[in-house]
């Protein structure tokens, strides 16, 4: 058995995910969800990802793929590949949470998504991967609105299709 894997992402309308490695966006309805579904598990990202929050998250085991066998930072595990960050964590349930090559890597991996929607584009560097509806399909929608800025968006999960359960 190994780590059940989920993607967490925010995307845009043309699946943009950053800029100049920051959120091109202010969503708090998403920050907030990202925390409920992430606390207690283990997260994995990669530098530039975890350069861009800027400190371990909090009650969740921050682990930071990076080809720098020498960098450290306090709360965090880094590994040097996807492989390893899997073998890490074992059988545990774990968030991978960007950028965009940790993404490419793992959506092979991966057997859900928890992609934010939001009904805007914005201006953006750094996008996901396009999703392939013949190999994920949408198991939940939830769509809303942000009072904070206007924008609609949706919590949108997808299953890997033919996986498993």
């Not at 371990?56 to 390893?84: D, F, K, M, Q, Y």
């Not at 013949?134 to 609609?152: F, I, L, P, T, V």
Request: net charge neutral; charged share 20%.
């Amino acid at each position: 058995m190994s780590a059940t894997l989920t993607i967490v992402v925010a995307i845009d309308a043309e699946r943009g995910i950053g800029v100049d490695n920051k959120l091109p966006w202010h969503l708090p309805e998403d920050l907030a969800h990202f925390k409920r579904v992430t606390s207690g598990h283990p997260i994995i990202m990669g530098r530039k990802t975890f350069d861009s929050i800027g400190r371990a998250l909090p009650n969740r085991r921050n682990i930071v793929i990076t080809r720098n066998a020498n960098w450290r930072h306090e709360g965090v595990e880094a590994v040097p590949s996807l492989g390893a960050a899997v073998k890490l964590v074992g059988e545990a349930s774990a968030f991978i949470i960007g950028g965009a090559q940790i993404f490419n890597d793992a959506i092979a991996l991966a057997e859900r998504m928890i992609v934010t929607e939001i009904a805007h584009t914005f201006s953006c560097d750094t996008f996901f991967p396009a999703i392939d509806h013949n190999a994920w399909a949408q198991s939940a929608r939830e769509a809303y609105h942000s009072d904070a800025n206007g924008y609609a968006y949706a919590f949108v999960t997808y299953e890997k299709v033919g996986r498993q359960a």
